[in-house]
C-alpha cells in the first residue's frame, strides 16, 4: 500500500482509523485544548522509558541530555511545536502505533457513540483519550520528526492531514526524542499565545514528572504529591493530581494518604472515581494504579498491585523496596509487591467502610457506580469476603423503592422466631414483587432481600451465611417456611391423589412436586432443588449458552387456590380427562414462563386455545 517517491512512502489509513479521525475533524469540542494535555503525557510516557532504558543501555545516544519537555509557540505565524527527549519511535512504531488504532475496544467505543448518537464531547474524550489524534482538534496537517536512541538509528519524519493518507520519510536528525509541529487552524489561534499555554499546562499537567519549558522559562511544580506528609496535603491540590492522573473532569468522590513503615514500606496516593467507566465489567480498558520506586516510574498501570475487583481505584504507589530495574516478570514475583498489595487492600476497604459508617449517600453514589465490580471480590478474595459481606447494600421486599440496607440493618429487623435470611434475584424490583415466591413472606411480613445486579446471581451464594443465619434463596425449596408460618397441614387423600396426577403428567419435567406453603394467590410455582441455581442464575446461564439444559425444578402446589381446587372436582369425576391433564402442563408452562425459562411458546399459546375453547363451548 505504499508508494515512493524521492524517498517519501506513502501509506493509506485503515478503515477504523479514519472514522475516528473523521468523528475527530467534525465534532465541535468545549475543550480543544486537551490536545496539549495529551501531547504532553505522550511526551512524559516517552521520558519515562528512556528514564527507564538509562539505567540499563550505556550506549544511548544522547545519554546525558536532560529530560525535558519544550514546547515553542509563534503567535505571529500561528505555529506550535512540542519537542521531547523521550525514547522517540521507529518506522514500524510511527505506522503501527501512531497511523493504526491501537487502543483495544475503540472500535467498540466507536460503534456505541454512533447508536446513541452522540458526539465526542469533553467527558468521553476524558475517558476515552483520543490521543495523539486530538491534535485534529487545533490543526490541519501535522508533522512528527523523531529519532531512536540508538546510535545507528534514523531521523524519521512522519506528515499527515488526517484524512485518508500519511506519509513517511527519512530525515537527517541528530538528537534522541521526538519533535510534533504544526499550524493552528483559525479557530485554534489562542494556543499560540504563552498566557494561554501557560494556564492549561498548569490546569492538566502540573505533575508530568518532568520539566515543561515554554521558551526558557519552566511552567510545571515537578513535584510527587504522595511523597509530602499527610497532614501538608491540601484537597483541591490532590483532586487536581487525580485529575491529571485520570483524565477525568471531575474530581474524586474521595482518596486517601496511605504512608506506610516497617514489613514493607510505600507511599500511596489512592482515588476512588466519581463515575464508572462506561464498560466497568471489561478489564482492559482500566489504568487503575501506576508504579513508582524511589520517585522513578517504572509502570503505568501495575496490575499486580490490587485484586481485579479493585481495579477502579486510581492513583500511584511508591515503594522503595523495589529494585530500581524492576522488570514486569520481578513486580510478579516479589514479595514486596505481594505485602503492598495485602495492605492496599485492606486501607481500600477501610476507606469504603469508614464511608458506609459516617457518609451514607457518599457511599450509595461509590456503591452505585462500583458494586457490581466489588461483588466479584466474593468469590475471589476470601480473605475479605467479611468485610466485603458488610459492603453490601440491597433494596429489600419491606424497604420503600430505592433505599438500600445492608445485611446488618437486615437482621436488626428480622422476627425473633425468623432463623434464616431470604433472598430473590431478579431483573428488577417490581418482577420481583409479582414473583409467586414472595407471597408467602410478604403475607407473613418476612423481609427479603431484593437482588437485582446481573452479577448478584454468581456473587451472592458465595456468602451462605452471616451472622450464624443461613442465607437462602426463596426461589429455592430448602426453606423453613413452617418456622414462620406455625402451621403444618397434614394432606387429606384427595389431595395426595392429585398431586399424583401432576407427577404422572409432568413426569421427567419436574423432580418432584409437592403442596406449598408459601403460595397465597398464585395456584402454582416453580422453585429450585436444594443443590440446584435459582431461576435468575438459570436465566443467564441461558443467554450465555443457548444448549444449556435447565435443572428439574420442583413444583409447588397451592391447594387452597380456586384452579386447584377446581381441578380437584375434575379429578373427582373423570381421573384421566384431557382438560385436566391439558391444565396441569399449561399451569407448568406458565410458571416457566414466569421465570423467563419458557422454551416453547408455541405450545403454550396453542395449549391455551384449546383451553379457552373448552371453557366457552
Ligand atoms: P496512547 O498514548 O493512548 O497510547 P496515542 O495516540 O496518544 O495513544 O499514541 C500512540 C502511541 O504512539 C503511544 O502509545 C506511543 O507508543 C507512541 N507515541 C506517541 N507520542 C510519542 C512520543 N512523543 N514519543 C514516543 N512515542 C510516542
Not at 435443572?551 to 373427582?572: A, C, G, Q, R, V
Request: aromatic residues 8%.
Amino acid at each position: 500500500m505504499s508508494q515512493e517517491n524521492k524517498g517519501i512512502e506513502k501509506f493509506e489509513y485503515k478503515a477504523q482509523m479514519k472514522q475516528l479521525l473523521n468523528i475527530i475533524a467534525h465534532s465541535l469540542y468545549t475543550h480543544p485544548e486537551v490536545f496539549l494535555r495529551e501531547l504532553i503525557s505522550n511526551a512524559s510516557d516517552a521520558l519515562n522509558k528512556v528514564r527507564f532504558q538509562k539505567l540499563t543501555d550505556t550506549n544511548l545516544l544522547d545519554k546525558d541530555k536532560e529530560l525535558a519537555i519544550k514546547i515553542s509557540i509563534d503567535s505571529e505565524k500561528d505555529l506550535f511545536s512540542i519537542e521531547d527527549s523521550g525514547i522517540g519511535m521507529n518506522k514500524s512504531e510511527l505506522i503501527n502505533n501512531i497511523g493504526t488504532v491501537a487502543r483495544s475496544g475503540t472500535m467498540e467505543f466507536l460503534e456505541k457513540l454512533k447508536n446513541d448518537k452522540k458526539s465526542l464531547d469533553d467527558n468521553l474524550i476524558g475517558q476515552f483519550g483520543v490521543g495523539f489524534y486530538s491534535v485534529f482538534m487545533v490543526t490541519d496537517e501535522v508533522v512528527i520528526e523523531t529519532r531512536q536512541g540508538s546510535l545507528d538509528s534514523k531521523g524519521l519524519r512522519f506528515k499527515s492531514s488526517g484524512q485518508g493518507s500519511f506519509s513517511i520519510e527519512e530525515i537527517d536528525k541528530k538528537d534522541r526524542g521526538t519533535k510534533i509541529s504544526f499550524k493552528l487552524k483559525e479557530s485554534a489561534k489562542e494556543f499560540s499565545h504563552s498566557e494561554k499555554i501557560t494556564e492549561i499546562i498548569k490546569k492538566y499537567s502540573n505533575f508530568v514528572d518532568f520539566p515543561i519549558f515554554l521558551g526558557e522559562g519552566k511552567i510545571n511544580t515537578v513535584n510527587a504529591l504522595w511523597q509530602k506528609n499527610s497532614a501538608d496535603l491540601n484537597t483541591p491540590e490532590v483532586n487536581e493530581f487525580y485529575k491529571f492522573l485520570s483524565n477525568d473532569f471531575n474530581d474524586p468522590l474521595g482518596f486517601k494518604h496511605i504512608n506506610i513503615e516497617g514489613d514493607v514500606n510505600f507511599k500511596a496516593l489512592i482515588f476512588i472515581p466519581p463515575t464508572a467507566p462506561l464498560d466497568l465489567l471489561r478489564v482492559e480498558n482500566e489504568k487503575s494504579l501506576q508504579l513508582y520506586s524511589n520517585k522513578i516510574f517504572i509502570q503505568a498501570d501495575c496490575k499486580e498491585l490490587l485484586p481485579d475487583y479493585l481495579r477502579f481505584v486510581k492513583g500511584v504507589v511508591d515503594s522503595e523496596d523495589l529494585p530500581l530495574n524492576i522488570s514486569r516478570e520481578v513486580t510478579q514475583s516479589s514479595a514486596a509487591m505481594g505485602k503492598i498489595k495485602k495492605v492496599l487492600v485492606r486501607e481500600i476497604l477501610s476507606l469504603l467502610s469508614q464511608w458506609a459508617l459516617s457518609d451514607k449517600d457518599k457511599y450509595e453514589t461509590f456503591y452505585n457506580n462500583f458494586g457490581p465490580l466489588l461483588k466479584i471480590g466474593l468469590n475471589s478474595d476470601f480473605a475479605s469476603r467479611d468485610k466485603l459481606v458488610e459492603l453490601l447494600r440491597f433494596q429489600t421486599s419491606l424497604n420503600p423503592k430505592m433505599s438500600l440496607s445492608s445485611l446488618k440493618d437486615y437482621v436488626s429487623r428480622m422476627r425473633q422466631d425468623q432463623k434464616e435470611i431470604y433472598y430473590i434475584c431478579g431483573e428488577d424490583r417490581s418482577s420481583l414483587e409479582k414473583n409467586p415466591n414472595l407471597e408467602y413472606f410478604t403475607k407473613n411480613g418476612i423481609e427479603v432481600l431484593f437482588l437485582t445486579d446481573p452479577v448478584d446471581a454468581f456473587t451472592f451464594p458465595a456468602v451462605g451465611e452471616y451472622d450464624k443465619k443461613a442465607i437462602k434463596s426463596i426461589d429455592k425449596s430448602d426453606i423453613d417456611l413452617k418456622a414462620a408460618s406455625g402451621e403444618d397441614k397434614s394432606l387429606d387423600s384427595l389431595s395426595k391423589s392429585l398431586l399424583g396426577v401432576f407427577k404422572e403428567v409432568l413426569k421427567e419435567k419436574v423432580g418432584d412436586v409437592f403442596a406449598s406453603k408459601r403460595l397465597t394467590d398464585s395456584a402454582v410455582t416453580l422453585v429450585a432443588a436444594k443443590d440446584a441455581p435459582d431461576a435468575q442464575m438459570e436465566k443467564i446461564m441461558k443467554t450465555m449458552n443457548k444448549d444449556y439444559a435447565l435443572s428439574k425444578k420442583i413444583m409447588e402446589i397451592n391447594l387452597d387456590h380456586p384452579l386447584i381446587t377446581n381441578l380437584s372436582k375434575i379429578y373427582l369425576s373423570d381421573s384421566s380427562s384431557p382438560l385436566l391433564h391439558n391444565c396441569i402442563l399449561q399451569v407448568y408452562e406458565g410458571a416457566l414462563l414466569i421465570d423467563g425459562n419458557l422454551n416453547t411458546p408455541s405450545e403454550f399459546i396453542k395449549r391455551m386455545n384449546d383451553i379457552m375453547e373448552e371453557a366457552t363451548k
